[in-house]
T-cell receptor
Framework: GDSVTQMEGPVTLSEEAFLTINCTYTATGYPSLFWYVQYPGEGLQLLLKATKADDKGSNKGFEATYRKETTSFHLEKGSVQVSDSAVYFCALSDDYKLSFGAGTTVTVRA | EAGVTQFPSHSVIEKGQTVTLRCDPISGHDNLYWYRRVMGKEIKFLLHFVKESKQDESGMPNNRFLAERTGGTYSTLKVQPAELEDSGVYFC??????????FGSGTRLTVV
């Protein structure tokens, strides 16, 4: 079945540091790929998505590129802020159902 | 527009008791989903409603879990009797089609 493996946390960074969260997937078809974020006390929010190979999703300074050859969708941000502290989930879907990774907790310190 | 509303936000119950979680989807969204995250692990699919019909309940862990969606509006997820391993965060989501999920804030269930 479809599955997602993402970098384990927790990750602690200083403000303005570079953030990378690795995500790889296994799927039989051609899934869409997503990054969701959960800020403290809030629900899951879609951060960005990509629907086909070589697509780049971007939002709020975050980027991820759908790499079919390496089955990866790594999340990056060049300069993080304290407000980026959250749990980040990589996910895939080839129909109505989402398959998530285990989540990576990111803490950004001032 | 109002988002997906879940309540309670937190629930602490004793093993063997019954708990009912509720989800109010965005008005007009025919598709409603339940997911849960147990023990800080991955978020897993539980089931999918289209209007009042269960389209896929392949993720329901066992028969202690019962989901309903009255009249195609709000949904409830009942756990009876609750066990320790049921502790986790239960998320509800809705969508107008099979894409474009909006998630609720989740219900944190603790079984002691």
């Amino acid at each position: 079945g479809d599955s997602v493996t993402q970098m384990e946390g927790p990750v602690t960074l200083s403000e303005e540091a570079f953030l990378t969260i690795n995500c790889t997937y296994t799927a039989t078809g051609y899934p869409s790929l997503f990054w969701y974020v959960q800020y403290p006390g809030e629900g899951l929010q879609l951060l960005l998505k990509a629907t086909k190979a070589d697509d780049k999703g971007s939002n709020k300074g975050f980027e991820a590129t759908y790499r079919k050859e390496t089955t990866s969708f790594h999340l990056e941000k060049g300069s993080v802020q304290v407000s980026d502290s959250a749990v980040y989930f990589c996910a895939l879907s080839d129909d109505y159902k989402l398959s998530f990774g285990a989540g990576t907790t990111v803490t950004v310190r001032a | 527009e109002a988002g997906v509303t879940q309540f309670p936000s937190h629930s602490v119950i004793e093993k063997g008791q019954t708990v009912t979680l509720r989800c109010d989807p965005i008005s007009g969204h025919d598709n409603l989903y339940w997911y849960r995250r147990v023990m800080g692990k991955e978020i897993k699919f539980l089931l999918h409603f289209v209007k009042e019909s269960k389209q896929d309940e392949s993720g329901m862990p066992n028969n202690r879990f019962l989901a309903e969606r009255t009249g195609g509006t709000y949904s409830t997820l009942k756990v009876q009797p609750a066990e320790l391993e049921d502790s986790g965060v239960y998320f509800c989501a809705s969508s107008p089609t099979t894409y474009g999920y909006t998630f609720g804030s989740g219900t944190r269930l603790t079984v002691v």
